[in-house]
């Protein structure tokens, strides 16, 4: 069986919904969306509280990451997402963007076309803001943005007790100053999930030039002459591109595709029996994400959203939810955060908090049996660079997924300040009514050393990983900053792949603002 598009799209989440949408916006285009997992119907999928649920397995491909050698070999619970909507779909719906000096120093790197300035117009191109406007916030978009619908009492001691040692509130982290303790804005719209298959492809699934197949794994890229003309599903069902093979499966499932295409190091996909179409040691390698640490206290009173964790009250909540749109269900969980510097000579925040309004809300992370509070911490510049490389052949196995956290000192020293900075501002004077005591790391962890021991036994992925595909100029860039794959004609990579380093924050709403700019570009380019 075989089927002709115009554009074949492999990757149905945060950039690939984006650009579905916007390409399909011409009538004389036909566009098909591939998406390996299922659909979101699921009603964890809408409701914010949701959540809790996916880092737990659901939408998920249900990888780990191999031991981590700096790490004394801790393996990390690595979700992706496999749901259409992709990580949009399964996030804790954070919008943020990152600092403006993130794309300046793209562009510095050659990345022509990537300076804030040139971002800026895409993230409020894609932005239904309901509380900004003017330069950086746009109102007029298909994508939910919106202010917390249900914080807590706790959430204004947090900012009481972050300002107590130096760090200002700060209304939008997201405008003209990233620095400060803040309620993050969410992807949300009307106390529900505003994922990127929710904004941009549900609202358009009748277009009869947009198909969108679910439950369609890629095998391989069809590859004549150094062109993409196609793709190969599973099933052994062909699928052919006209135009172009646009590739946005994430910064695991993007080189993970072109390595089982003969596309990657050329030695270690010989080693596994795959014939090498082209030698590019770069697909899969500069792997970048941020570590997550936490400090966990237990709480004096019913003062986080753990209470509703007894089955009665969740059906309370579940009842004030259906009635009201508040409550812990309207609750992204982790709404609550800011920016602020572990290194006070940094050239802008390098850590990021988020306040969770309860206790083992993420696969792995401790729970308090009474009630209580976490307070995460990531350090936002990592220098440690890992890898995504295949174990076999077979497109059904687990990638190698090699964070290399803490390679570098600086990460390790980095992060453990941070950690200290989450147990000073829970030991605060305005927390005090809240919080009966800290419990992790807890009053033994006193060295560095120590401190140390305790985030190889208690940490986690951000769920914020890029790089494996960076764009840039010269030979060993993967891609070019038109996002078009070196040494490969008619394939276009535009997903987490391309950053040539992360973000200074969450990644989901950078990765919308690609799938914007690309769907420009390739509509400049082919004159549509």
Same mark, same amino acid.
């Given at each position: 069986?075989?089927?002709?598009?115009?554009f074949v799209i492999i990757g149905g989440g945060s950039a690939g919904s984006v650009?579905?949408?916007?390409?399909?916006?011409?009538?004389?285009?036909?566009?098909?969306?591939?998406?390996?997992?299922?659909?979101?119907?699921?009603?964890?999928?809408?409701?914010?509280?949701?959540?809790?649920?996916?880092?737990?397995?659901?939408?998920?491909?249900?990888?780990?990451?191999?031991?981590?050698?700096?790490?004394?070999?801790?393996?990390?619970?690595?979700?992706?997402?496999?749901?259409?909507?992709?990580?949009?779909?399964?996030?804790?719906?954070?919008?943020?963007?990152?600092?403006?000096?993130?794309?300046?120093?793209?562009?510095?790197?050659?990345?022509?076309?990537?300076?804030?300035?040139?971002?800026?117009?895409?993230?409020?191109?894609?932005?239904?803001?309901?509380?900004?406007?003017?330069?950086?916030?746009?109102?007029?978009?298909?994508?939910?943005?919106?202010?917390?619908?249900?914080?807590?009492?706790?959430?204004?001691?947090?900012?009481? &007790? #972050?300002? %107590?040692?130096?760090? =200002?509130?700060?209304?939008?982290?997201?405008?003209? @100053?990233?620095? /400060? +303790?803040?309620?993050?804005?969410?992807?949300?719209?009307?106390?529900?999930?505003?994922? &990127? #298959?929710? %904004?941009?492809?549900? =609202?358009?699934?009748?277009?009869?030039?947009?198909? @969108?197949?679910? /439950? +369609?794994?890629?095998?391989?890229?069809?590859?004549?002459?150094?062109r993409a003309t196609g793709v190969e599903l599973l099933d052994r069902s062909l699928?052919?591109?006209?135009?172009?093979?646009?590739?946005?499966? /994430? +910064?695991?499932?993007?080189?993970?595709?072109?390595?089982?295409?003969?596309?990657?190091?050329?030695?270690?996909?010989?080693?596994?029996?795959?014939?090498?179409?082209?030698?590019?040691?770069?697909?899969?390698?500069?792997?970048?994400?941020?570590?997550?640490?936490?400090?966990?206290?237990?709480?004096?009173?019913?003062?986080?959203?753990?209470?509703?964790?007894?089955?009665?009250?969740?059906?309370?909540?579940?009842?004030?939810?259906?009635?009201?749109?508040?409550?812990?269900?309207?609750?992204?969980?982790?709404?609550?955060?800011?920016?602020?510097?572990?290194?006070?000579?940094?050239?802008?925040?390098?850590?990021?908090?988020?306040?969770?309004l309860g206790t083992g809300i993420e696969a792995g992370v401790a729970a308090m049996?009474?009630?209580?509070?976490?307070?995460?911490?990531?350090?936002?510049?990592?220098?440690?660079?890992?890898?995504?490389?295949?174990?076999?052949?077979?497109?059904?196995?687990?990638?190698?997924?090699?964070?290399?956290?803490?390679?570098?000192?600086?990460?390790?020293?980095?992060?453990?300040?941070?950690?200290?900075?989450?147990?000073?501002?829970?030991?605060?004077?305005?927390?005090?009514?809240?919080?009966?005591?800290?419990?992790?790391?807890?009053?033994?962890?006193?060295?560095?050393?120590?401190?140390?021991?305790?985030?190889?036994?208690?940490?986690?992925?951000?769920?914020?990983?890029?790089?494996?595909?960076?764009?840039?100029?010269?030979?060993?860039?993967?891609?070019?900053?038109?996002?078009?794959?070196?040494?490969?004609?008619?394939?276009?990579?535009?997903?987490?792949?391309?950053?040539?380093?992360?973000?200074?924050?969450?990644?989901?709403?950078?990765?919308?603002?690609?799938?914007?700019?690309?769907?420009?570009?390739?509509?400049?380019?082919?004159?549509?």
């Amino acid at each position: 069986m075989s089927e002709s598009y115009d554009f074949v799209i492999i990757g149905g989440g945060s950039a690939g919904s984006v650009i579905a949408s916007r390409l399909s916006e011409n009538p004389d285009v036909s566009v098909c969306l591939l998406e390996a997992g299922g659909s979101d119907r699921y009603p964890f999928f809408h409701l914010p509280a949701g959540f809790a649920k996916m880092t737990k397995g659901i939408g998920s491909w249900g990888w780990t990451t191999t031991p981590q050698k700096h790490m004394q070999n801790k393996v990390f619970t690595y979700t992706q997402a496999k749901v259409i909507g992709g990580g949009s779909a399964i996030n804790a719906q954070i919008y943020t963007r990152g600092h403006p000096l993130d794309y300046d120093e793209w562009r510095q790197q050659g990345c022509t076309g990537w300076a804030y300035e040139d971002v800026l117009p895409y993230f409020r191109k894609s932005e239904g803001n309901d509380s900004f406007s003017g330069r950086y916030h746009g109102q007029e978009g298909p994508l939910g943005v919106s202010r917390p619908a249900a914080p807590l009492p706790i959430c204004d001691a947090y900012f009481e &007790a #972050a300002q %107590a040692l130096g760090i =200002p509130l700060n209304p939008d982290v997201t405008g003209e @100053v990233q620095e /400060g +303790a803040a309620f993050y804005q969410l992807t949300q719209k009307n106390a529900r999930r505003s994922s &990127a #298959a929710m %904004a941009f492809l549900h =609202p358009n699934k009748r277009r009869p030039n947009l198909t @969108v197949k679910l /439950g +369609a794994q890629v095998r391989r890229l069809i590859l004549e002459k150094g062109r993409a003309t196609g793709v190969e599903l599973l099933d052994r069902s062909l699928i052919h591109a006209g135009t172009e093979v646009i590739l946005s499966s /994430g +910064a695991i499932g993007s080189p993970r595709l072109l390595q089982l295409s003969g596309i990657g190091p050329a030695d270690d996909l010989r080693a596994l029996g795959i014939d090498v179409t082209l030698d590019q040691a770069q697909v899969g390698a500069n792997l970048q994400d941020h570590l997550d640490l936490y400090c966990i206290a237990e709480v004096s009173g019913p003062h986080t959203y753990d209470r509703f964790a007894k089955p009665h009250l969740s059906a309370l909540a579940a009842l004030q939810y259906l009635f009201t749109r508040k409550g812990p269900v309207a609750s992204s969980l982790f709404e609550t955060g800011g920016f602020w510097y572990a290194d006070e000579n940094a050239r802008s925040p390098d850590l990021q908090l988020h306040l969770g309004l309860g206790t083992g809300i993420e696969a792995g992370v401790a729970a308090m049996p009474e009630g209580g509070v976490t307070l995460n911490s990531c350090y936002l510049r990592p220098r440690s660079r890992g890898t995504v490389r295949l174990q076999s052949a077979n497109p059904t196995m687990p990638p190698l997924i090699d964070p290399n956290y803490c390679a570098d000192p600086q990460d390790r020293a980095m992060s453990i300040r941070g950690l200290k900075l989450t147990q000073l501002i829970l030991a605060q004077e305005p927390l005090k009514p809240f919080i009966k005591a800290e419990r992790l790391p807890g009053p033994d962890v006193q060295t560095d050393d120590d401190y140390f021991n305790f985030i190889c036994q208690h940490s986690k992925t951000s769920h914020h990983c890029a790089g494996t595909c960076a764009m840039g100029t010269g030979e060993s860039a993967v891609v070019t900053p038109r996002l078009t794959f070196n040494g490969i004609e008619k394939l276009r990579v535009a997903d987490a792949s391309i950053m040539p380093s992360v973000v200074s924050s969450n990644t989901n709403a950078p990765t919308i603002m690609i799938g914007e700019k690309a769907a420009d570009m390739i509509r400049e380019d082919h004159g549509i």
